[in-house]
C-alpha cells in the first residue's frame, strides 16, 4: 500500500506555501509499508493530501516532495517535467550551455542536469534520484540525444542519505573536456574533473557583467577554470588568474589560447596568503575579482565563514586601487545576503577604506529560486568601487 506520512498538528504551513522538504522531526507518525525511496504520500495532521515525494528514512529530510496531485513517477511524468524544464530555458534565449534541471527550484528535488554543447552532466543527490538512475538516463537520451552523459554525483551531500559520492559514464561517450560558446567565448569545460558538474554555469550572467569593471589590471581570485578571467581579459591590459590547483590553471591556460587572449597569466597559490603578499609588496590592481567556493555548507560553519569572507574582502579592499573595483561574491545560502553586507561594512572600516556598492546581482535565470524555499537563492554578487 505504500507509505503515508501524517505530519504533526501545524507543520504543513511551509510545505503548502511550496517548499519541498519533510523533516523527519515533523513527522507524527508513518503508515504502510514499502522499500526505503519509494515514492509516498504525505498529509496533514488533519489528513489532508499534501504531496508525494521519495522517503528516506536514513536522512534528516525524511521526504522531499515533488508532486503535489495524483500523478505518479512514471518515465512519462519524468519526460514531461524534464521538456518543460529545458522548454523554460530556450525561452530565455539558452542554447549551449545551462543548467536545464535545478533541483527544487523545478520541482525535480535533487537532481541537477547540466547541458555542455552535445553533452550532459547529472547529478543525483538523494536516495531516490538514485534509485532511478536508469530512468532518468532513458529519459535524458530521448529528450536531447546527446553525444554522452556523465555523472557527477562525488559530492559529501550525498552521505547524508546514506549514499556515497560516485562519478561515471552514464551513456555514450564523453571527452575529457567538452567544448561550449558563452558571452561570445569559446570555452573547455572538464565534466569529469571539474568543479561541480564541471563548470559554474550559475555565473555567466555575471562574468559577462565584469567587462565593464575590466579596464587596466585585473587580479581574479579563486579562478578556477577562468570564466571571469576570459570575460576580463576582452577589456583589460593584464589578467591575473590565480587558484590553489594546478588543474584548473591548465584549464585556464588552454581557455585563453583557444581565445587567442595573450594578456592572462596565472598565478598557483592559497588566495589568503597571496592577497597578503601582494598588500605587502605594495601591488595594486584596478578591479579584484573574489569568487571563492562556499565557506559554510552548514548553519553551524557561520561564524567561520564570515571570518574568511572578511579576511579576503578587507585585503582585497587594500590592494585596489583608489576608484577601483572589488568584485565580490559568496555561494553559500547560510551567508545571506543580509550577513555578507554586514561583513563587507566591517571589513570597508577595518580597511579604512570609503566603499560604494555599484552593482548587486544573484544566480543566473537558468537556476531559478523560489519564493518559498531560501535554501534555492543561494549567489551574492557584488561590484564595490573602492576609495
Given at each position: 500500500?505504500g507509505?503515508?506520512?501524517?505530519l504533526?498538528?501545524?507543520?504543513e504551513k ?15 507518525r ?5 522499500k526505503?525511496g519509494?515514492?509516498s504520500?504525505v498529509?496533514s495532521?488533519d489528513?489532508?493530501?499534501?504531496g ?7 536522512s534528516?529530510i525524511?521526504?522531499?516532495?515533488f508532486?503535489r496531485d495524483d500523478?505518479?513517477d ?10 518543460e ?6 525561452r ?8 536545464v534541471v535545478f533541483?527544487?527550484s523545478?520541482?525535480?528535488?535533487a537532481?541537477?542536469?547540466d547541458r ?6 547529472v547529478?543525483l543527490?538523494?536516495?531516490g534520484?538514485d534509485?532511478?538512475r536508469?530512468?532518468?538516463t ?5 529528450l536531447f ?8 554525483s562525488d ?7 546514506g ?10 561517450e564523453?571527452?575529457d573536456?567538452?567544448p561550449?560558446?558563452?558571452?561570445g567565448?569559446k ?6 574533473n571539474?568543479?561541480?558538474t ?8 555575471n562574468?559577462?557583467?565584469v567587462?565593464?569593471?575590466?579596464k587596466?589590471e585585473v587580479?581574479d ?6 570564466g571571469f578571467?576570459?570575460?576580463?581579459a576582452?577589456?583589460?591590459t593584464?589578467?591575473?588568474a ?18 587567442g587572449?595573450t594578456?592572462i ?5 592559497d ?5 597578503r603578499?601582494f598588500?605587502r609588496?605594495?601591488?595594486i590592481?584596478?578591479?579584484v575579482i573574489?569568487d571563492?567556493p562556499?565557506?559554510c555548507?552548514?548553519?553551524n560553519?557561520?561564524?567561520d565563514a ?6 579576503i574582502?578587507?585585503t ?7 576608484g577601483g ?5 559568496s555561494c ?15 571589513a570597508?572600516a577595518e580597511?579604512?577604506?570609503t566603499?560604494?556598492i555599484?552593482e548587486?546581482?544573484?544566480q543566473?535565470?537558468?537556476h ?5 524555499m ?5 549567489l551574492?554578487?557584488?561590484?564595490l568601487?573602492?576609495?
Amino acid at each position: 500500500m505504500g507509505y503515508n506520512i501524517y505530519l504533526k498538528k501545524s507543520e504543513e504551513k511551509r510545505l503548502i506555501s511550496g517548499h519541498s522538504w519533510v523533516y523527519a522531526n515533523e513527522v507524527e507518525r508513518i503508515e504502510g509499508k514499502d522499500k526505503n525511496g519509494s515514492l509516498s504520500c504525505v498529509y496533514s495532521h488533519d489528513g489532508r493530501f499534501i504531496g508525494k515525494g521519495y522517503i528516506n528514512h536514513l536522512s534528516k529530510i525524511l521526504v522531499r516532495i515533488f508532486i503535489r496531485d495524483d500523478s505518479s513517477d512514471t518515465e512519462d511524468f519524468y519526460l514531461r517535467r524534464i521538456s518543460e524544464c529545458n522548454e523554460a530555458r530556450l525561452r530565455l534565449g539558452y542554447g549551449n550551455c545551462y543548467r536545464v534541471v535545478f533541483a527544487e527550484s523545478d520541482d525535480l528535488p535533487a537532481l541537477i542536469v547540466d547541458r555542455y554543447g552535445d553533452y550532459l552532466s547529472v547529478q543525483l543527490l538523494s536516495l531516490g534520484m538514485d534509485q532511478r538512475r536508469d530512468l532518468i538516463t532513458s529519459c535524458l537520451v530521448k529528450l536531447f540525444h546527446p553525444k554522452g552523459i556523465y555523472e557527477r554525483s562525488d559530492v559529501s551531500v550525498r552521505k547524508k542519505e546514506g549514499l556515497e559520492p560516485v562519478k561515471g559514464l552514464l551513456y555514450g561517450e564523453v571527452p575529457d573536456f567538452c567544448p561550449i560558446a558563452e558571452n561570445g567565448l569559446k570555452m573547455l569545460v572538464d565534466v569529469k574533473n571539474g568543479q561541480k558538474t564541471g563548470y559554474f554555469l550559475d555565473q555567466k550572467e555575471n562574468r559577462f557583467a565584469v567587462r565593464r569593471y575590466s579596464k587596466g589590471e585585473v587580479l581574479d581570485c579563486f579562478c578556477n577554470s577562468g570564466g571571469f578571467s576570459m570575460n576580463a581579459a576582452t577589456v583589460a591590459t593584464h589578467v591575473t588568474a590565480c587558484d590553489i590547483s594546478p588543474l584548473a590553471l591548465e584549464n585556464v591556460k588552454a581557455n585563453a589560447a583557444l581565445n587567442g587572449f595573450t594578456n592572462i597569466e596565472t598565478l598557483q597559490g592559497d588566495v589568503f596568503d597571496v592577497l597578503r603578499s601582494f598588500r605587502r609588496d605594495g601591488k595594486i590592481f584596478d578591479t579584484v575579482i573574489l569568487d571563492p567556493p562556499a565557506f559554510c555548507k552548514s548553519a553551524n560553519e557561520v561564524k567561520d565563514a564570515c571570518r574568511g569572507y572578511k579576511d579576503i574582502n578587507l585585503t582585497a579592499m587594500k590592494i585596489v586601487r583608489p576608484g577601483g573595483y572589488l568584485v565580490t561574491c559568496s555561494c553559500s545560502h547560510y551567508m545571506t545576503r543580509t550577513l555578507f553586507e554586514k561583513m563587507l561594512t566591517e571589513a570597508a572600516a577595518e580597511a579604512g577604506k570609503t566603499v560604494r556598492i555599484l552593482e548587486t546581482r544573484t544566480q543566473a535565470p537558468d537556476h531559478p529560486a523560489r519564493l518559498s524555499m531560501d535554501e534555492t537563492c543561494y549567489l551574492k554578487f557584488y561590484v564595490l568601487q573602492v576609495d
